[in-house]
Every structure is written in structure tokens, then in C-alpha cells.
């Protein structure tokens, strides 16, 4: 069988499963929308990260790609808690609170490396750095949006969790790999 890339059934404004709908422009769609927003922007600056040698090293333990790549990862898993709260399915795909602790870990290790923030720091330097701060904004975004549903229909607080320290990492990334450079960070000019 072919596969079918449409159906015709969302022309109306509404996405269906089963006998629950959700208007495309509710809270929920929105939030899942910006999760996939946020997955796709992680896949290209992936793409990018692997274009270029010398991220995988014993700081990290792994490489920036594959980082990136358990992320995309967890916020399939989030998207999928998320759908079966809207759809009502009980479904058990749950972020963990390991998942969490994880990136945690790669954030004290960039943080043993990268010189101390004293000021606000441009976004850019290089490329990669770049791509990862548009991440970091992608990831807040869909945050506030995780948390204006979660007074819907409450989410996990491991959901919400991680989604926060999500930002954090990507902001540690962005400066981890300017560092590994040897490009110093710009501060505003006020």
C-alpha cells in the first residue's frame, strides 16, 4: 500500500481520532505544533552539527548530533503524552525524570568548561551555536505553552521539567560549541 499524505478530513479547521476532535486552532494543537516546530529545528541544526568534527570528546562523553538526537527522541515521547491527554487515550509513552537528570549531567559538564556568564550574551559566533539558540527560543516557546495547557489539562511535572531544563541545555550547547572554538561570546551593548 502507498502510503496516503492526505486525507482531506483537516480541511474543515479540526483534526480527528476516534470520536474526539480538536480544533486546529486550540491551545493543544498549538503546543503540539510548536513541539514539532522545535523537533524539526533540532533535526537541521543536527544535520549541521554533524557537518563539522570535534564535538564528540571526553567532556561531553558524546557527540552534539547524538545529544541532539535523544532530544528529538524525548520530545516524540512528549508529544505522544501530550496527544493521549488530549485524545484521552492513556497512553503509556511518559517522559522520565531520568531523562531530565540526563541532560542535567551534559549541563555540569559544559559548565566545568565554559568560562562564568557575567553578562547577557549575543546570540551567534558560529553557525552551529546559532542554530542552537533559535532551539533554546523554540524550546521556551513551546514551555509557556506546555504550561498555559497544563492549567487545562494538568500535565506531568516530569513533562514540564524537562521541557525547562530543555532551554538550558540548548543555551549550554550554544556556548559549548563557540568555546570548543575558541570564539568568544559578545555581550550587548547597552
Same mark, same amino acid.
Given at each position: 500500500?502507498?502510503?496516503? &499524505? &492526505?486525507?482531506?478530513?483537516?480541511?474543515?479547521?479540526?483534526?480527528? !481520532? /476516534?470520536?474526539?476532535?480538536?480544533?486546529?486552532?486550540?491551545?493543544?494543537? %498549538?503546543?503540539? +505544533?510548536?513541539? %514539532?516546530?522545535?523537533?524539526?529545528?533540532? /533535526?537541521?541544526?543536527?544535520?549541521?552539527?554533524?557537518?563539522?568534527?570535534? !564535538? $564528540?570528546?571526553?567532556?561531553? @562523553?558524546?557527540?552534539?548530533?547524538? #545529544? =541532539?538526537?535523544?532530544?528529538?527522541?524525548? #520530545?516524540?515521547?512528549?508529544?505522544?503524552?501530550?496527544?493521549? =491527554?488530549? *485524545? /484521552?487515550?492513556? @497512553? %503509556?509513552?511518559?517522559?522520565?525524570?531520568?531523562?531530565?537528570?540526563?541532560?542535567?549531567?551534559? #549541563?555540569?559538564?559544559? %559548565?566545568?568548561?565554559?568560562?562564568?556568564?557575567?553578562? *547577557? #550574551?549575543?546570540? +551567534? @559566533?558560529?553557525?552551529?551555536?546559532? $542554530?542552537?539558540?533559535?532551539?533554546?527560543?523554540?524550546? $521556551?516557546?513551546?514551555?509557556?505553552?506546555?504550561?498555559? &495547557?497544563?492549567?487545562?489539562?494538568?500535565?506531568?511535572?516530569?513533562?514540564?521539567? !524537562? =521541557?525547562?531544563?530543555?532551554?538550558?541545555?540548548? *543555551?549550554?550547547?550554544? $556556548? !559549548?560549541?563557540?568555546?570548543?572554538? /575558541?570564539?568568544?561570546?559578545?555581550?550587548?551593548?547597552?
Amino acid at each position: 500500500m502507498k502510503t496516503q &499524505f &492526505f486525507t482531506g478530513k483537516g480541511d474543515s479547521g479540526e483534526s480527528h !481520532y /476516534g470520536k474526539t476532535t480538536l480544533k486546529k486552532s486550540s491551545l493543544g494543537a %498549538d503546543l503540539l +505544533g510548536s513541539l %514539532d516546530e522545535l523537533n524539526s529545528w533540532l /533535526g537541521l541544526t543536527r544535520v549541521e552539527s554533524e557537518k563539522e568534527e570535534g !564535538y $564528540r570528546n571526553e567532556e561531553l @562523553g558524546m557527540s552534539i548530533s547524538e #545529544i =541532539l538526537k535523544q532530544t528529538q527522541n524525548s #520530545i516524540f515521547v512528549i508529544q505522544a503524552e501530550i496527544a493521549s =491527554l488530549i *485524545f /484521552g487515550l492513556g @497512553g %503509556d509513552k511518559k517522559i522520565s525524570a531520568d531523562k531530565t537528570k540526563e541532560m542535567e549531567e551534559v #549541563i555540569r559538564k559544559i %559548565d566545568e568548561v565554559v568560562p562564568a556568564i557575567k553578562n *547577557f #550574551i549575543l546570540p +551567534g @559566533g558560529s553557525e552551529l551555536s546559532a $542554530r542552537l539558540d533559535v532551539g533554546r527560543t523554540l524550546a $521556551r516557546k513551546a514551555e509557556r505553552l506546555a504550561k498555559k &495547557f497544563s492549567e487545562e489539562k494538568e500535565l506531568p511535572p516530569e513533562l514540564l521539567q !524537562y =521541557l525547562n531544563r530543555l532551554s538550558s541545555l540548548l *543555551f549550554a550547547l550554544a $556556548r !559549548y560549541v563557540n568555546h570548543a572554538r /575558541g570564539i568568544e561570546e559578545e555581550n550587548p551593548t547597552y
